[in-house]
Structure formats: C-alpha cells, structure tokens
C-alpha cells in the first residue's frame, strides 16, 4: 500500500478540551484563587467523590503523588514486600520503593491482561507476611476485583487500586477507584479526562483523607508558626488545574463512549485476521476503553528480537510484528505504542521476586529464560500494541489506519 502520511497527527490519546476548562480556569484567574487553594479543588474533590462514590477526594499534583500517598497510608516499610501488577506504568510501583518496599511482581492473566489471582494466590504462599497488593486497571478494564479483593481479605492484606488508567469504568456496576482500601486516579495529559496534570487519592476512611491532606501540604500541624511533626510533601493541585478536570469531568462519559466506538471499530476492522482485542468480559465489566490494543496471533508473528533499546524484525509473507505494525503507524504519521513493558524485565527491576503460576523465581533470569515459554507479561509484550486511540480521530482516518494495519498481515 502506497501510505500517505497525514497531515494532522494523529495521537495515542492527546487531550481532548471543551471550552469549560477555560471558564474554570479564568475564575481561578480573576478570583486570585492562583493556588493550591480554591473553589475549583473544592468542587472537583466533591464531583469526583459523587461520581466514583467514595466517601473522600483527596485532590493532588499527580496520580503518582495519589499512589505514594497510599503506600504511606497503607504502613509500607523499609524492607516490605508489596504485591504489584507486573505489566503496568512504573508509576504503579515506584512508589513501593519510594518507601523502601520490595515489589514482588505478580504476572497477568489473559482475560483481562491483569493481575492474575491464582498468581497472587501463589504469591501470599510463597510470602505470607505480604500485607499491601496495588492492582492497576490496564488499559481502562478492570481487574479481576472480586477474585482479588477475596484474597486481600483472606490474607489480612490493604488492597490499592491504580485505577489511573480506568476513570469511568465499572466491574459489577460499580466504579473502579473505589476497590482498595485507599485508590489513586491520574489526570495526566494523555488519560480519558485530563487537568494536563493531577490526580487524586480516593479512600472511604475520614482519618487516611485527612492524613493525606496534611501530608500532601507539607505536614503542618495545628499552631500559629510552621510547626512540623512529621515529613511532608509538595502534592497538592492547583486551583487552575482543579478547574480544568472541573470542566472535563461533564464529558467523561462521552469521552468513553468515542473511546469505546474507536474499540469496536478496530474489532470489526480486523475481524477476519489473526489478531485479538485487549480482552474483557462484557457481563462482568464495562471498560472505559482508553486504548484500544491489538495482539497477533502467534501463527501470524514473524520472528521478533528486542534488545533493551532496539527491536529488529524478519518479514515473513502473511506474518508480522508489533514492530512492523509500529512502523507502519509511524509511517503514516499516527502514533501506536508497544505494550507496557512488564516490571520483572526492567533493568530496574529485574532482581525482584516475580510470582507467575507456573513457577516464581528472580525477574527475567528465572521464570522468563526457564519456562520454555515466556511468562503471560512477556507473551502480551512481544506480540501485543497499542494503535492511535485517539477521541479526535474521525472513521474516515481510523478506516486508513486499519488498511494500513492489515497490509502488515500480507
Ligand atoms: C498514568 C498512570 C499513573 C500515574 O499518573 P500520573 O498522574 O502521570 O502521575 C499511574 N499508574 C498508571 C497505570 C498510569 O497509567
């Protein structure tokens, strides 16, 4: 296919504004509410909390800040092990280590590309002592819930939730940011609804809201000078950026609805290839589809090798690769990504313990290179993608896109 680049690039999922954020924004303006302080935190901390149907919002710089917050909530200590989702942002778990904590990395599973359960199961055997598990939502579908939060209860262990990724999505009617003990959602940039930065921290238990108001505001304590007892931090939002979640929140569930129609488009686009859908079940949960991501049959990969910074690949007639697909989306100047890459196979990370239900052993030395195949993260990374996502994008371009997507697949 001869590829004519568009003109406009089209993005993974660039924000998408309305007109009110400016109206917020302007009222912090005028109002002099340039601060961490104001009408628009108030309100947004409210709006939020009604809508997800937590007790608290606890509004704050980034969803990063939230998931530090939780570790802090939830006691992690110098030398713990803390459960986490294996293939999700680092955001996930950086905050683990921000507190000294141990990520012990949990593999997922193929229904949902999240944590797997009989994997956390398999986790709290081999490390009974575990009492934090943070589950991210990926992608905007929900985890596992019931099956986790039976576990976490079993063990006596606080569950958080990373819902970053999945703002609006519900699992059993109910929204997710509400399953763990203490939540953290992101209005980062490129999320379903954005302030171009923040996050919040979400939580039914008064005295965790309070400590991570305090916390978040440098921890000053009740006396007419700066009077500190214990460490705080900088991660309170903005007024002005308060007012532009203000003025995206009402268009939220549009947002998901073009989200879940660019979903649906791609599934009936590739219907007839050797390719799926990221999964989820209909009956059970209702995903926010904040991107739509495509996995190639294994009959359909050619042969794919990544190193830690390139990736090369052998073209084989009918088969393909993420790598060639990305190719070809960049080619076209639309922006695709390759799957999160999971934790256990980060330089970073790779000595810490990884839990998959096959076996565990130490990141990639162990269970990745011994089983003879990968762990399920490592399977999803290498032949997994995200394509251009994007609530901008008309059918018109997204119809261009899958041509140029199913070229690959000659
Ligand atoms: C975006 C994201 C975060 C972090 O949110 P920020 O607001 O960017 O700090 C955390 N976890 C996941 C899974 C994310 O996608």
Redesign the pocket.
């Known amino acids: 296919m001869d590829i004519k680049p568009f003109k406009r690039k089209i993005y993974l999922s660039s924000p998408t504004m309305h007109g009110e954020e400016l109206e917020y924004m302007t009222e912090a303006f005028e109002t002099n509410w340039m601060s961490t302080v104001g009408k628009n935190i108030n309100e947004i901390e409210k709006n939020i909390a009604e809508k997800i149907d937590t007790e608290y919002a606890v509004a704050l710089s ?6 530090h917050l939780c570790m802090k909530l939830a006691g992690v200590k110098k030398g713990d092990y803390v459960f986490a989702s294996d293939m ?2 680092d ?2 778990v950086n905050p683990i280590v921000y507190e000294g904590g141990i990520p012990v990395f949990i593999d997922s599973e193929r229904d949902t590309w999240n944590m797997d359960p009989v994997a956390l199961e398999k986790a709290f055997e081999l490390y009974p002592d575990t009492k934090v598990v943070v589950v ?3 992608y905007g579908t929900p985890a596992k819930m019931d099956e986790i939060t039976k576990i976490c209860k079993e063990h006596n262990a606080i569950l958080i939730e ?1 819902a ?2 999945s703002l609006g999505a519900t699992y059993k009617g109910r929204q997710t940011g509400a399953f763990g003990r203490y939540n ?1 959602i ?3 940039g ?2 379903i609804i954005t302030g171009s ?3 919040m921290l979400l939580t039914d238990d008064c005295k965790a809201a309070n400590k991570a108001r305090k916390w978040s505001t440098q921890s000053r304590e009740d006396a007419p000078w700066y009077q500190h007892e214990e460490i705080g931090y900088n991660y309170r939002m903005s007024n002005v950026i308060a007012g532009v979640v203000r003025g995206q929140l009402p268009y939220l569930e549009e947002h998901i609805a073009s989200k879940k129609a660019i979903y649906m488009r791609y599934k009936d686009g590739f219907a007839d290839l050797p390719v799926t859908m990221n999964p989820y079940d209909e009956t059970i949960c209702e995903p926010n589809f904040w991107l739509s991501c495509m996995l190639i049959d294994k009959s359909a990969m050619c042969k794919q090798v990544r190193s830690d910074s390139e990736a090369c690949y052998v073209k084989e007639k009918g088969k393909t690769c993420p790598t060639e697909i990305l190719e070809v989306l960049a080619k076209l100047n639309t922006e695709g990504r390759p799957i999160w890459k999971p934790m256990h196979a980060q330089p970073i990370y790779r000595n810490n313990p990884f839990v998959t239900v096959r076996g565990s052993g130490r990141g990639q030395t162990d269970a990745y290179i011994k089983n003879e195949m990968t762990d399920v993260g490592m399977d999803i990374f290498e032949r997994g993608l995200c394509l251009p996502s994007d609530n901008k994008m008309t059918k018109e371009e997204q119809d261009i896109i899958i041509e140029a997507v199913r070229t690959c697949f000659v």
């Not at 980034?62 to 998931?67: E, I, V």
Request: one cysteine or more.
């Open positions: 980034c969803g990063t800040a939230a998931l999700t942002f955001a996930t991210a939502n990926l990373d970053a990724e953290a992101s209005f980062n490129n999320k930065s923040g996050g």
